[in-house]
């Protein structure tokens, strides 16, 4: 059993927290809301007031953030000054690749052993513990963060060096931005058409048009049971960390001299969407905004 330090208990970090904790470890839980340390508790992990408590003696320390300036001044005042020499410490948020890099160089620089661990899979898969974690950092902090990441995930790739697991990351949401607009595009198209939505499911996701927004994350109504389509649209992933995921997207795009047309108009659509009042609802609900039934709801 490893005493782990988790800092951050938002909508994925708490469930990846409780899982830790299902799986017999001592966590120390932090978050600035004490709501969320209130969950973490009631799952059976120690609360602690401040994220130095949270890590002071641990084995591990897990960090789920909203963006990089947090990670960056949590890990410099926080973790590095109290953490213990050789701490295994694995950043899962979602942040710039350039952070990402600075905060390992920094951690290899003290002598702790860092990974960038971004997840895939959304609220549900955390709380089931089927996340896909992409993984950056040396060969040896990959070997010691996949027994934990093992735990919260049912997928753990070790995509390279530092920084690697957020390139891996944004990539992956870029796309999956534009498959899902592509979708929602089809089917708005196909009922205008006339043809009935359960139909046009049916025969594209036996097509050559099937994708996973489709088959596992179907944007109407109907088809794919466990869609938020079939619950509102309420998240799921929102439509405003997708737009944060694109602009990241944007900006690295930008930094390396990549074309990417194709994301530039998804993030314009997603900062539409979100403009709109879309921000809180999933972003497969920009099927709403496509079909003209959106109404700010």
Not at 175 to 187: D, H, R, V
């Amino acid at each position: 059993m490893a005493t782990i330090g988790f800092i951050g208990l938002g909508n994925m970090g708490s469930g990846m927290c409780a899982n830790l904790v299902k799986a017999g470890h001592n966590v120390r839980a932090f978050d600035l809301n004490p709501d969320a340390v209130a969950r973490a508790e009631s799952a059976g992990a120690d609360g602690v007031d401040s994220a130095a408590a949270a890590v002071t003696d641990a084995d591990a320390v897990v960090t789920m953030l909203p963006a990089g300036k947090h990670v960056r001044a949590v890990y410099e005042t926080d973790v590095f000054e109290t953490a213990a020499p050789g701490t295994l410490m694995m950043d899962c948020s979602t942040i710039d690749v350039d952070t990402a890099k600075a905060v390992g160089k920094l951690a290899a620089a003290k002598g702790f052993l860092f990974v960038d661990s971004p997840v895939s899979g959304g609220v549900a898969a955390a709380d089931a513990g089927t996340l896909t974690f992409m993984v950056g950092g040396p060969e040896e902090a990959f070997q010691r963060a996949e027994e934990f990441l093992s735990i919260m995930g049912k997928a753990v790739i070790h995509a390279g060096d530092a920084g690697t697991g957020q390139a891996a990351k944004i990539c992956n949401n870029m796309l999956l931005a534009i498959t899902m607009i592509g979708t929602s595009e089809a089917f708005a198209l196909a009922e205008k058409l006339g043809l009935d939505q359960q139909k046009f499911y049916d025969i594209s996701s036996k097509a050559s048009g099937q994708s996973w927004s489709m088959t596992s994350y179907c944007p109407v109504p109907g088809p794919v049971e466990t869609s938020p389509a079939n619950r509102g649209y309420q998240p799921g992933f929102a439509t405003a960390m997708m737009l944060k995921d694109l602009k990241l997207a944007m900006d690295a795009a930008a930094a390396s001299g990549a074309t990417t047309p194709l994301g530039a108009q998804s993030e314009a659509l997603y900062a539409m969407f979100d403009n709109l009042g879309g921000g809180t609802a999933d972003f497969s609900g920009i099927y709403k905004l496509l079909d003209g039934s959106w109404k700010g709801d």
